[in-house]
């Protein structure tokens, strides 16, 4: 096998690895694999923004509090505080990089967004395309780092760690080269996920190809503990095609800017849910239109944005805009037809203020991780937001640490596999489907105990069928896919099984109160 060796292993070019790596590269050799392009990621579709206090008129108290509430209860307020504290010199940072961010029409401020559970403007954008331009930009900031190097269509397969005890510690990954067809063994000193969300293990999802939870599936096989990972976030409104091929995000800053859910009768119905109406957290709103939509039996709800006015729907979403003429729907004369969809994970692979795992030189950051800062329920755009400061922190102190940790220790596993797929034929695409239905139907938004326990029962047969057929002594990228989307799928159903309350995402009908005295405390796996 190749050998590459490296100070710092970065595993994902989203926005949380692309900031560690610009910042950990006057100090040491990087190397950065990503699976697809190297811009390829949920970064690249983030439409809202990042939430930051940037106004003068606004304050970090205001912030802290929205987080802590959309979390209902379940926040770790140091986490929150070290966030909202450190956030808004990051955002400056991204500008420094070369992202462009919307400007006030005189050009001296930023101009900001409004979205749910904010009690004021605080979402800095660009457009409705926040996220491309910030993945333009740090794609490019990044190239241009000397010590660095982005290494596209190379998939992490698993994790390698060395010694026992307390002097384990993870010294890099195997990695399939998608072009050559062959493994390679990335030989590094500091091992970080940055590897995203695990949206495409749900039948219907906002995320892109690549967000399969690969990074929680690779750090649990280690030993990693990871914790929270019931409070999957549904967003509320992506764009409803009846057979739901590719679909699109129709960012809550539409309903920032004043646009209004309705029932297919024309029936206003978010005030009946929370005094914020349509601009309340987002659990609470895609509860709504999930309970709207089981009592009318209809497909999908609408968000009214005809009251925007066609100008300026066109000038501050021009990417919505086009999408939806695209589809044959003009937003600013007839209402856009939404539905919920899997959006988010809040918990992941638990660190601490530093990005560290439990894992000796394994660090995590971005949506792979969970810091604490989201609870039950993530507030709107905050996810940029901790990724930037979880990369400088992770930064920080691997910069800190790097001088202490030895190179070496990296071994082949014992046994060799083949690159390819499997001669004799294997059912990935049906299995995948299974497992994305399952979760959809019984680990959703409002979900039940029966349910919960079929899920972990249906989920727990295909991964144990991914886990044999791995074992064979093959591998091919789909199949690695399986493995990781059904492990990642049962560590969310089992959790989902533990927690017997409802809080934030999770909604149990067995079990519909919160339950502070037993569950004000985060599931850990391990
Ligand atoms: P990603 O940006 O997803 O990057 C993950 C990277 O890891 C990718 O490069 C991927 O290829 C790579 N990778 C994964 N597995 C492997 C592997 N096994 N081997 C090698 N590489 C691998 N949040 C906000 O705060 N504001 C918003 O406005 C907003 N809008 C959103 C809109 C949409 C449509 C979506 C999907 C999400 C949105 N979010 C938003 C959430 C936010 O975009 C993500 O949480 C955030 O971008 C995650 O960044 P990341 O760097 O952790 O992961
Ligand atoms: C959106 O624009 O609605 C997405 C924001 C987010 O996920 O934080």
Redesign the pocket.
Known sequence: MERIETDVLV????????VLAKLVAPRARVTV????D?T????????????AVVDPADSLASHVEDTLTAGDGLCDRRAVEVMVEEGPELVRRLVDWGARFSRTPDGAAFELGMEGGHSRRR?V?SQDR??REV?RALVTSVRQEPSVSIVEH????SLRVTGRGRGRRAVGAI?LDDAAGRLAAYDARVTVL????I?RCYLHT???A???G??IA?AYRIGAQVADLEFVQF?PTMFYAPDRPES??I?EAVRGEGAVLVTQAGREFMDAYHPRGCLAPRDIVARAIALEMQKSGDPCVLLDATRLGGDFFRRRFPFIAERCLAAGLDPARVPIPVVPAA??SCGGVRVDLHARTNVAGLYA????SSTGVHGANRL??????E?LVWSRRAAADIAARLPGIPSGGFEEPDREFAVGPDPDPFPVAELLLEVRKTLWEDVGILRSDVGLSRAVLRIGRVLRKAEERMHRGRLWPEL?TLR?VAQVALLVARSARMRKESRGLHHNADHPEKDDANWKRATVIA
């Open positions: 595993i994902g070019s989203g926005i949380a690895g692309l694999v990503t699976k697809k190297d390829e990621s949920s970064t690249n579709l983030a439409q809202g923004g990042i939430a979402i954008h926040t996220g993945e190379h998939l992490a397969v990695v940055a590897t995203g969300g949206g906002t995320n892109p690549i967000a399969t690969d990074g690779m967003h699109f995000l960012s959006h988010y950051t971005g949506e792979v709107a755009s905050n996810s940029l937001l990724a690695v990781n």
